[in-house]
Every structure is written in structure tokens, then in C-alpha cells.
């Protein structure tokens, strides 16, 4: 300092003395901004909830520090799986650095303050060489002031405040930004912890919702409070379980609060439903209805059971039948030769002796087809060829009837493996189903019979605008000996015989019915497999 | 462009019993009264104790304040004012008193150490209220803005400079003048001298310094000798304490010059009056400046009362150093640094530190170490 500069300070024109009302004014102005900062905290404090999204955290910070602080740019870098990342920034379009952008390198100022604990305020300069230095200047920043965010006692990554502008600040801001950093560690922790539980509540929640059982949680009068998917799929308007369960197995679990368990039919289906009580702290407050949909199974244990039954029939009545032939041929043949000698008095009851041995053989010789005694040998055939057959054996029939048949044969029908004589035999007894279930009709009586195929199977379907088949019929119809005709018409052996050659064919027999509006049977075989 | 500054000033016999009402005006509770242990002796604290008494105000002494007043007093002193609660402080006594007032009003509202504030407007919080009463007639810190403490472990005095140390109110009342020794007033008279004449001569001087300064002069000049002769001379009291009051105001405007840098690093090291020091260096460092200024050396002749005309401006002015001489060698001031007991030794470090001086800057003839140690050598015997 020369002299002159030297006798200026000392006589000082720009140098005063210093009063109180100046330092009065700076202790009331600190005073207001150490007011209009906890201000802010608490407006920042209050304003964050736990399912912000940090973005939102940092908006809100952002906006509320603008009465006080001009802050361009809040960022986070955020300590993730082991190396600290770039994480939000507000505002959103003041980004250079893409989030998840690891700040590992030892020249990132970031990474500096998140291993020294210390905040740092870097005034951005030309020649920076900085991790961050590109995007500093490029999104024109001046000064960079980095805070360490730590919550419960470790650091958990660094709050950017960035100004556009030289920041200058006090001893008091430093403090204020420690303290907000600090607040914010805090609701960013809570935020990531509440997602976590979010999440792994969420997680259970779609497992909850995934189940393919129904599932529906209740309160004690059985008023639905949530249902899983597959619940809303097949209730989704009921408001209570009563409106579709009976409710005494309902009652007696609230009652003994000990799980039910009941089997219901619902709309055809029949499920296996169970009754949890659900206890909080040993108070029952609610149940949990498990509604398991086993008509699938039932239905294959029932064919299990079926096929059971029918193989033990199948049995017993071959030996019957080979045990009453012999007998029978004797009755027969002894009254035929009688018949020869008959007198006007006797034929009459002769004739009748033979109508019935000669029934009796039909029927023994359908249950020793349906035994499977005979033996069968299998070609390739057409499912039409049998049919012809056996429209040959029906027609007349039918036509006695007056019945109007409708055929529709695919000639292009692929071969089916399989025993001709056996597959008419199918086809007879459909028509002759068909044909009974039209007789007692009034008006006109049609029957279709189509064949059609696809890629794996040839079909053949038998309808009738007949008298059709009650709902609960549908399964006996095809038990040996269910009938609903009387003792000249039926065997109640038809369709069981018939299921069994479909079955021994690879193939099904299944029935449609609408009750006095007709049925279809529908039998499908599979598709011969040519080895070329 | 210049500047003057100078606080409120109560002047006249019995203005002493103004001290506590001054106080109270600035909006005082309780005062911290800073004095020395003689000016208690002579009976001047107790007017001031009184008058804060009548004014309602609590007051607490402090009279730990040493010729050469050192931090470690200003320290103490500055405890003592928190320690009691104090809010405002009124030195009474001569140059010590005052500064080490100063200084501890400058630690009470900025903390630190004093050494923290040595040089040029270091002082950055505003001081509280300082009432001085001085009664020596001879420092002029009473309106100054600097305070001299001696840093206890560099064995030198700092000056400090700061606006904010131009106290409130200066209570001058010429009354107390009258228990001083001849000693003591030949001494302080001389420093009056001093400020008034170094003032004059230095290059900051403006139209409104040179007033003061060259009435201090002329004030002292006819004054001090009959005040020095004796204690009851009211005149001659009353005339050397508007004498102090005015030259005070030159120098803490225009700042002093070589006398005072080389007399401040030499009571940094010597417990010598200050007074003594100057006396013995001043027509030295006249006789060194004499060619910077000579005109200026002339006026000085003149309101010493020396007959100047058909004399040349440098005749003249030798003529002023003369007649410090002669003024020095009347009142019974040393003459050499020798016999104060000063030894050679010293002058090598001396003339360096002194080089650092504040008031080196306002000489009016550029100096270098050899020339004050030359200087200082001339002086001793
Ligand atoms: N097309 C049909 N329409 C209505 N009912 C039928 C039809 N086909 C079969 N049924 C019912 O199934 C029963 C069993 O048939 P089936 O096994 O052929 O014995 P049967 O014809 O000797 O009674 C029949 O008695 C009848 O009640
Ligand atoms: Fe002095
Ligand atoms: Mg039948």
C-alpha cells in the first residue's frame, strides 16, 4: 500500500464510525432471516409427506427457499448398491448427468463431500476438471454448494444446491442448509422405507389378488369388504356372501371362530369352501371365504368312479350273459319246435315265450359287446361308412315315425382307426335315442345327423328337437341300465355300451340337452395318423 | 477531499459533574469507570462516581491502568465490564486511562484480542457509549481516534485506528489540571507541543486541522510555562486544556509524524513518559523535516511567539526548534534519551519497528531506518 492510499485510510472519508442503529438493523434483519428460515423449515417439514416421490420433495424445497435463497437447481446423488449415483434433480429439465449416473470417480465433487461428511462450496471456474465440471457449465451454473445427507448417523448421499448466480452466504446459511440437508436425509429415508414396506405389501397384495382361488375377506354379517381376481371375476356386484353361500356354515365359524369347511354347487360349478375366522389380538374381526372351484376335479374323480363302475358291470354281466345264453338257447329252440306243434289256444303264448328269449338275447349279447368280450380288430375306416350302415338298420323306422332326417355328411371326412360293426352300432343307438326322445313330440320331428372334422378329430354329431334331458339326468345317462323308457323299449345299455366303444376308439361321447327342446350327442374320434 | 472528526465536547470548570449524565444521555445502566490509581489519589474519580450516582446509574471501577497501558489490562478491563454488566464506560485520567477505555469497549463489542484490531479500521462492530474525561491536557485521546496499547508479548505499542474509536463525549474540565505535579504537566504540555506541531506539519493536514493545531500551538506556547510554574494558575490551566483539546483534533485528523512513530516504539520498550520522549526526539525530527516544509516551520516560529520577520523560512524554522528547546529546557523536561536511560543498544530495533509506525506516514519528509536511527543517536546525548 503506497502512502497516499495509506493517509486516505487513516483520515478516512469512507470510513465511519459504526453505530448501533447499523448493528441493530443487521441483528433485526439476521433475526427475520433465522425467522423466515425456520419458516421454511417447517413449511418444507410440514409440506413433505411419506408417499411424496422425491421429485415432488424437492420441488416443494425449492419453491419454498425461493423467498429467501435465488437456489437454480436442487440435486441428489443418492448411496445405491454400493456406489453413489445421481439421483433426482429439480428442476427436472436442469439435468446433465442421467439419473443412476455413478459419481465413484475420485475428481467427482460429490463423491468428495459424501466420504469427507463435509459440505463444499465450489464456485464453477473455466478450467474446472471436475466429474461434474461438463454439466456445471453447461447448464451455466456459478456455485455449487454440496451438503452430506445423513440420516441415523451415516451418510446416505449429498444435497446440490446450484445457483446460476455467485453465491455469497454467511456462517448462518451454512448452518441453515446443514440443518435442512439433515431434515431431508430424514424424510428421504422415511420415503424409501415406507416404499419398501409399499412395496412388499403391494407384492403380497398381487400374490393375494393372483390366487386362482375365490377369495373374499368379510366382516361378521358377511358383508364383502375386498375380493381377490378370480372373486371379482365371478361375484363381482355381491355385497354379501349370503346372496350366494348359505349361510349357516358362515354363522357356525363366527360362533366357534374355528375354521368350516362345506361343499357347495354355485352356477353349475361346485366349489370346496372354507370359513376362516380372522382374529386380531384374539378378537374375531372378520372372515376369510375360500371358495376353491372343484368341479374340474369332481368331474374327473366321477369319471374315475365311472369307469370303475363300469369295468366291475362290464364284468358281472359277462358272466351273466355267457352263463344265460346256453339256457336260453335251450328256451328258444324248445320253443320254436313247440310253436311247429302249437294249437290256435297255445301259438299265442309260445309266440310270446320266443319274442322274449329273443330279447333276452339282444340284451345278452349288447352287454357281452359292452363287456368287451368279443373280441374286435381295428382298421382304418370312415366314421360315414358306419353311418350308412347304420341309417340302413333306422331308416325304416324313423320314417314310420314321421321323422324328417337331415343329413349332413362331410365326404372329405378323414379315416378313423377303428372297428366298423362297433361304430354303427354307436351310431344306432344314437338315432334310435333320438328317434324315442321325438316320438312322444308333437309337431315336427327332425333329427340332424353331421359329421365334420379338425386337425386332430372326426365328429359326429346326433340332434333331435326331442324331448331332451333333464340337468340332473345328464350324468346317469350314461350308467348301464338307466332308463327312462319303459321295459319294451329301454335297456338302459345304449349309451353305455356306446361310451365304452368311444372310449376304446381314443375318443369321447358327450351330451348337450335343453330339456323339451332336444339334445345333441356328439361323438369325437380321433384323427387316424398316417406315418409317412 | 477531507474529512474531520471529533466527538461532542463539554468544555469548562466543573463540567467533571456532567460525566454521568452524559452517560445516561447515551442510554447507559450501569458504567464501567476506567481510571489509574493516581488520578483516584488526586480525587477525580470521585466526582465522576458521584455524578453517575446522581444520574442514577450503577457504576463499577476499574483502576488496573499502568502508564503504558498493555492488552493484558484492556483484557481485564474488558472482563470487568461483562463480568458486571455494564453498558457504557467513562475513562477518567490521562492518556492511559482513555485508551485502555477504548480498547476494552473495542474487545466488549468484538471479541478477540486486541492485537486483532492493531492498524487501520480493523474494528467491524460499533463500540458502546465512552464518555472521557480527561486530566492530563496532553494525550488528546479524549477525542482521537486512535488508542496506544502496548502488546505485552512484542514489547510494542500498537496503535490502533478506527473511527469508532473517536469517542461520544468529551468532558474537559481544566479544574482537574490543578492537582497535577509540574512534572506531569511539563510532560503532558510537551506532548500538547507535540501533536500540535506534528499535526501541522503533516501531510494530511487540512484548512480545518490547521486551525485547531495552530491555536493548540499558540495556546501551549504562552501557557505552558506559566502552568507548569503553578498549580493554581486557572488561566493558564484552562488556556493549556483548550490547548490539548484543540491539538488533539489536529492530530486525530491529520495525523502526527516521525516524533510520535519513534516516541510510541520507544515507550513500547522504555516505561518513559511519553511526554519525556517526544520533547527529547521533537526538535530532532524538526530539524529533519525542516527542508520538507519550510514555510510551514516559519508559522510554527511565529505562534511559538518567535520573531521571524526578515528571517528566511529556513531561518525561521530554526528559529522553532529553538524555541522548543528553549521550552523544554524552562519547564524542566529531559533533554536526552541517556539521561532517561536509554541505551544505544536498542536503536537499531527501534528504528525498525518505528518505520512500521501509523504515524510514520504523515512525516512530511520520506524516512528511512538509518535516518531515524540517526536520528534517535542525535538524541540520545
Ligand atoms: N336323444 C335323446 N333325447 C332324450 N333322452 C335321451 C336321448 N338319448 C338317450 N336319452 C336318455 O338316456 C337314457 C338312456 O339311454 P340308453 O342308454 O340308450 O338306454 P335306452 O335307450 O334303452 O333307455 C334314455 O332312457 C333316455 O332317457
Ligand atoms: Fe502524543
Ligand atoms: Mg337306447
Redesign the interface.
Known amino acids: 500500500m503506497n502512502r497516499p492510499e495509506m493517509i486516505h485510510l487513516l483520515t478516512g472519508v469512507q470510513s465511519s464510525k459504526l453505530n448501533y442503529y447499523t448493528e441493530l438493523k443487521k441483528t433485526i434483519g439476521e433475526l427475520q432471516k433465522k425467522n423466515r428460515q425456520l419458516e421454511i423449515m417447517n413449511t418444507i417439514m410440514h409440506s413433505f409427506n411419506v408417499n411424496m416421490s422425491i421429485q415432488d420433495m424437492l420441488k416443494q424445497t425449492q419453491e419454498t427457499l425461493q423467498s429467501v435463497y435465488k437456489i437454480d437447481r436442487l440435486s441428489l446423488a443418492m448411496w445405491e448398491d454400493g456406489a453413489l449415483k445421481m439421483a433426482d434433480v429439480y428442476p427436472e429439465k436442469a439435468s446433465f448427468l442421467r439419473k443412476g449416473t455413478v459419481l465413484s470417480s475420485e475428481n467427482s465433487l460429490y463423491a468428495r463431500v459424501f466420504s469427507s461428511g463435509q459440505d463444499l462450496l465450489h464456485s464453477v471456474q473455466k478450467g474446472d476438471d471436475f466429474f461434474e465440471s461438463e454439466a456445471f457449465q453447461a447448464l451455466g451454473f456459478q456455485s455449487v454448494w454440496l451438503f452430506p445427507l445423513s440420516s441415523r448417523g451415516m451418510i446416505t448421499g449429498v444435497l446440490g444446491l446450484a445457483t446460476r448466480e455467485i453465491f455469497s452466504f454467511s456462517e448462518e446459511d451454512r448452518s441453515f442448509f446443514d440443518h435442512l440437508s439433515g431434515q431431508f436425509a430424514v424424510c428421504i429415508e422415511n420415503a424409501r422405507l415406507y416404499h419398501e414396506v409399499l412395496l412388499s405389501e403391494s407384492r403380497w397384495a398381487s400374490t393375494f389378488r393372483a390366487v386362482p382361488d375365490s377369495i373374499l375377506v368379510t366382516d361378521l354379517d358377511g358383508t364383502i369388504l375386498t375380493r381377490n381376481d378370480s372373486a371379482a371375476q365371478s361375484w363381482p356386484f355381491e355385497q354379501t356372501i349370503c346372496t350366494f353361500l348359505k349361510p349357516d356354515r358362515f354363522h357356525e365359524a363366527v360362533q366357534t371362530e374355528l375354521p368350516c369347511f362345506e361343499e357347495v354347487s354355485i352356477q353349475n360349478k361346485v366349489y370346496e369352501c372354507a370359513y376362516y375366522p380372522m382374529l386380531e389380538d384374539g378378537e374375531l374381526k372378520g372372515m376369510i371365504v375360500y371358495l376353491k372351484n372343484i368341479t374340474e376335479k369332481q368331474f374327473m374323480q366321477a369319471q374315475i368312479i365311472h369307469s370303475g363302475q363300469l369295468a366291475a358291470i362290464g364284468e358281472m354281466a359277462a358272466g351273466v350273459a355267457h352263463e344265460l345264453n346256453n339256457p336260453l338257447t335251450a328256451i328258444l329252440g324248445n320253443a320254436q319246435l313247440l310253436l311247429r306243434l302249437a294249437t290256435n289256444e297255445t301259438k299265442p303264448l309260445l309266440e310270446d315265450i320266443e319274442e322274449c328269449g329273443k330279447r333276452c338275447r339282444t340284451i345278452i349279447r349288447s352287454l357281452l359287446a359292452f363287456s368287451r368280450q368279443e373280441p374286435s380288430s381295428f382298421h382304418p375306416c370312415s366314421l360315414n361308412d358306419a353311418i350308412y350302415e347304420a341309417l340302413r338298420l333306422t331308416g325304416r323306422q324313423m320314417e314310420k315315425q314321421r321323422i324328417q332326417l337331415l343329413i349332413e355328411l362331410n365326404e372329405q371326412l378323414p379315416l378313423v382307426n377303428g372297428n366298423l360293426q362297433q361304430l354303427s352300432q354307436i351310431a344306432v343307438n344314437l338315432f334310435i335315442n333320438a328317434k324315442d326322445a321325438c316320438s312322444e313330440m308333437q309337431g315336427e320331428k327332425r333329427v340332424w345327423v353331421k359329421t365334420e372334422a379338425d386337425q386332430h378329430f372326426v365328429y359326429l354329431h346326433v340332434q333331435d328337437n326331442g324331448c331332451g334331458i333333464d340337468a340332473d339326468k345328464l350324468d346317469e345317462i350314461f350308467h348301464p341300465f338307466f332308463t327312462t323308457k319303459s321295459a319294451h323299449n329301454g335297456t338302459g345299455l345304449g349309451l353305455s355300451v356306446s361310451i365304452g366303444i368311444a372310449e376304446s376308439h381314443g375318443g369321447t361321447l358327450t351330451v348337450k340337452s335343453q330339456p323339451q327342446k332336444g339334445s345333441t350327442f356328439t361323438l369325437a374320434l380321433p384323427v387316424l395318423e398316417r406315418t409317412e | 477531499?477531507?474529512?474531520f472528526?471529533m466527538p461532542e465536547v463539554i468544555f469548562g470548570s466543573g463540567s467533571i459533574y456532567q460525566a454521568g449524565e452524559c452517560c445516561k444521555r447515551l442510554g447507559a445502566r450501569h458504567v464501567l469507570v476506567v481510571t489509574d490509581r493516581g488520578v483516584m489519589d488526586a480525587g477525580w474519580t470521585d466526582p465522576v462516581l458521584e455524578s453517575c450516582r446522581k444520574a442514577g446509574l450503577a457504576a463499577t471501577l476499574f483502576h488496573e491502568v499502568s502508564v503504558n497501558p498493555t492488552d493484558v489490562e484492556a483484557a481485564a478491563c474488558a472482563e470487568t465490564y461483562k463480568e458486571s454488566g455494564c453498558d457504557a464506560i467513562i475513562a477518567v485520567g490521562g492518556g492511559s486511562a482513555i485508551d485502555s477505555g477504548k480498547a476494552a469497549a473495542a474487545l466488549v463489542a468484538n471479541g478477540g484480542h486486541i492485537r486483532d484490531y492493531e492498524g487501520?479500521?480493523r474494528?467491524?462492530?460499533?463500540?458502546p457509549p465512552l464518555v472521557m474525561v480527561p486530566t492530563t491536557a496532553g494525550s488528546g485521546s479524549e477525542v482521537s481516534q486512535f488508542s496506544v496499547i502496548v502488546d505485552s508479548v512484542r514489547q510494542k505499542k500498537m496503535t490502533i485506528?478506527?473511527?469508532?474509536l473517536?469517542p461520544d463525549i468529551a468532558v474537559i474540565d481544566p479544574d482537574v489540571l490543578a492537582t497535577k505535579s509540574a512534572r506531569l504537566t511539563a510532560t503532558t504540555g510537551l506532548d500538547v507541543i507535540t501533536h500540535a506541531i506534528e499535526s501541522f506539519v503533516s501531510?494530511?493536514a487540512?484548512p480545518m486541522t490547521d486551525v485547531q493545531a495552530k491555536n493548540a500551538l499558540a495556546l501551549a506556547a504562552r501557557f505552558l510555562r506559566p502552568s507548569v510554574a503553578s498549580k493554581y494558575n486557572k488561566e493558564a490551566k484552562e488556556k493549556m486544556a483548550m490547548a490539548s483539546l484543540q491539538a488533539g483534533l489536529a492530530f486525530s485528523?491529520?495525523?502526527l509524524g516521525a516524533a510520535h512513530a519513534m516516541s510510541h516504539t520507544i515507550g513500547g520498550r522504555f516505561p518513559f513518559l511519553h511526554g519525556d520522549i517526544n520533547a527529547v526526539l521533537l526538535p530532532h525530527v524538526m530539524e529533519f523535516n525542516l527542508i520538507a516544509c519550510p514555510e510551514k516551520f516559519r508559522e510554527v516560529a511565529l505562534l511559538m511567539g518567535e520573531n521571524v520577520t526578515r528571517l528566511s523560512d529556513r531561518e525561521a524554522g530554526e528559529k522553532a526548534i529553538q524555541s522548543v528547546k528553549k521550552l523544554a529546557v524552562d519547564i524542566g523536561a529531559p533533554l536526552t534519551l541517556a539521561e532517561m536511560g536509554f541505551h544505544a543498544s536498542a536503536i537499531p530495533e527501534i528504528s525498525e519497528i518505528a518505520l512500521t509506525d501509523?504515524c510514520m506516514?504523515?512525516n512530511p519528509r520520506d524516512i528511512s531506518a538509518a535516518e531515524v536511527a540517526a536520528l534517535l543517536t542525535r538524541a540520545l546525548a
Not at chain 2, 161 to 164: E, I, L, Q, T
Open positions: 477531499m477531507y474529512k472528526v487501520v479500521d474494528i467491524l462492530s460499533p463500540l485506528v478506527s473511527k469508532s473517536v501531510i494530511a487540512t485528523n491529520a495525523i501509523a506516514i504523515t
